[in-house]
Nanobody
Framework: QVQLVETGGGLVQAGDSLRLSCTAS????????MGWFRQAPGKDREFVAA????????FYDDSAKGRFTISRDTAKITIYVDIDTLKTEDTAVYFC????????????????WGQGTQVTVSS
């Protein structure tokens, strides 16, 4: 069982930038595509971005294009999402997840999930 641990969340101000990290417990994760989801209070979990196992391809939800950047380290067991110009509507719990699909997009495409990290954006 692979464990994923997200870090980097917290209370930030609108307009700030933030980097979230997700580290896996097992090096086998380097063979998985990785992704980020978020869940705002009272809303469904939504896809944000994903990156292929080799790091060559990145996929974003339309709402994330332009302000979110997903990446993974060379060892491929840690992924990041950089969020620029944070908005109050970015307030959510952010989850990372791992998938055996090359282009995962939906929650059902992902096998392993982290516990999430809270991001709260104040105005």
């Amino acid at each position: 069982q692979v464990q994923l641990v997200e870090t980097g969340g917290g209370l930030v101000q609108a307009g700030d930038s933030l980097r979230l990290s997700c580290t896996a417990s097992d090096v086998s994760i380097k063979n998985y595509a990785m992704g980020w989801f978020r869940q705002a209070p009272g809303k469904d979990r939504e896809f944000v971005a994903a990156i292929s196992w080799n790091g060559r391809d990145r996929f974003y939800d339309d709402s994330a294009k332009g302000r979110f950047t997903i990446s993974r380290d060379t060892a491929k067991i840690t992924i990041y999402v950089d969020i620029d110009t944070l908005k109050t509507e970015d307030t959510a719990v952010y989850f990372c997840a791992a998938s055996t699909h090359y282009r995962p997009r939906t929650a059902g495409d992902f096998r392993y999930w982290g516990q999430g990290t809270q991001v709260t954006v104040s105005s």
